[in-house]
């Protein structure tokens, strides 16, 4: 079996460089089999992939995760995680962001270690809807305060922008990681904020790397989907597809990947993996799905090399498509736009 990569984050922290999902896992994407799910992230976990995405705002994830913690001790004793990082998020409300306080903030992070049965997170992703209230800088710094108390070991971000990464940065909160979308669909990242990471060490963890599974044998040649789209990260991705420039250009994209996937034996989703991280400051991409049944080709995006001709290839298709404007997660922040309109603003009091 091709040995999983890894890579350090910062001295004695080093993680897999596939990353478990938790999205897929919190219900928005169907019916979940809890047991399964348990019993999932230990293969996972056997194999190599160490590094658990999840947040507070993903409904019922971190307890999932800290009841596998305790199952999979319990059965193979109390060293058998030690190479179990896992990455929660903090995502305050759209409606708090005003008011919220040191006490607020606290109280949750107190709520994810609790879930998760540990005494200290490994890596808070904090994420910030709105920068027209510009608390983000106050609140990192709470979560700095916690990091010192010993309640956090690494503080990180999610979908800020450079401008706003920068700032971050020069107040004084040290960045472990920025977690970002990033595929062959939506380069955005490459645009500013992978060259301001490499300056300053941060590292980027991808989500969105397949698309959803748009990015999948499964629908080449397919119809494009109407309005029938089932689940909300479809619906997501779809909207990335048609900025990309279009269901024919994404299909011309799908049949130039999956001649690369049968060159290497493996699968489109695999390649389009692989592109992601292969690209600068990319140390982990998060692979998400409800069921176990992609873990083999999951393993498979270690063994695969993108030599220069499939990366001709690629670039090919990318340079006859279209570039979604702005910095990471720019669209998504207008909450009336096609990107924000389907988000959900008010998950962590009732997560």
Partial sequence: MTQMERVELAPGYSVSRIFKGGWQLAG??????????????????????????????????????????????????????????????FVPDLSSLKTIGRALVEQTIDRSLSRLRVERLDLVQFHWWDYSVPRYLEVAHWLRELQQAGKIDRVSGTNFDTQRTRELVESGVELTSMQVQYSLLDRRPAQQLS????????????????????????????????????????????????DFGGWDIFQALLQTLDKIASRHGVSIATIATRWVLDQEQVAGAIVGVRRGDHLPEHLKVMAVELDAQDRAAIAQVLAQSSTIDGDVYGVERDIHGRHGAIMKYELNATA
Avoid at 49 to 78: H, L, Q, S
Avoid at 203 to 220: E, I, N, Q
Wanted: proline share 2%; with cysteine.
């Fill in 195 to 242: 060259a301001y990471a490499r300056e300053h060490g941060i590292h980027l963890f991808c989500y969105g790397t397949v698309a959803g599974g748009f990015l999948s044998g499964r629908w080449l040649g397919a119809t494009e989907p109407g309005r029938d789209i089932p689940n909300r990260s479809l619906i997501k991705y779809k909207l990335i597809i048609d």
């Fill in 28 to 89: 928005d994407h169907g019916s979940v089999d809890r047991a399964a799910a348990i019993a999932d992230m230990g293969a996972y976990y056997d194999a190599g992939i160490t590094a658990f995405d999840c947040a507070d705002i993903y409904t019922g994830v971190e307890e999932m995760i800290g009841e596998f913690r305790d199952d999979y001790r319990n059965r193979r004793g109390a060293d058998s995680l030690a190479q179990l990082k896992i990455h929660t998020k």
